[in-house]
């Protein structure tokens, strides 16, 4: 699967399920460049995965609710929870890393842990 132009509109129907990977990015940056070709060969190895590009440029409304302050950024959504995010390209090795471990992660432990820290902000 190649990656889909991301944007405002229908955003949150694209991270709502299952893994998205999101580079934000923009034509540019120099490291997006060198960072797109891996992002993409990803994609197209990764199938069952939503590989999204979010152009900073084009939908800065994203980039900043995101905080985003440097690009690319990366960002890993997993049923709608952002598990991962971090600025700077990654190698492949890395970008496989990261995969790995969004993969493995036991969405109802990182449920309970945003559960827990929410009701521990409520009682303060």
């Not at 199938?47 to 999204?52: A, E, K, L, Q, R």
């Not at 969405?107 to 842990?113: E, I, S």
Request: with cysteine.
């Amino acid at each position: 699967m190649a990656t889909r132009q991301i944007t405002t509109e229908g955003f949150e129907d694209v991270v709502r399920e299952g893994i998205v990977l999101l580079d934000f990015w923009a034509e540019w940056c120099p490291p997006c460049r060198m960072f797109g070709p891996v992002f993409e060969k990803a994609s197209n190895t990764h199938t069952d995965i939503v590989f999204g590009k979010v152009d900073t440029e084009a939908e800065p409304q994203l980039a900043g609710a995101f905080q985003v302050s440097s690009i690319p950024t990366l960002m890993a959504f997993r049923d709608g929870i952002i598990v991962f995010a971090q600025p700077g390209a990654l190698n492949a090795t890395q970008l496989e890393r990261v995969i790995t471990a969004v993969r493995e992660l036991d969405m109802d432990d990182v449920r309970a842990t945003i559960a827990a820290r929410e009701a521990e902000e409520v009682a303060k």
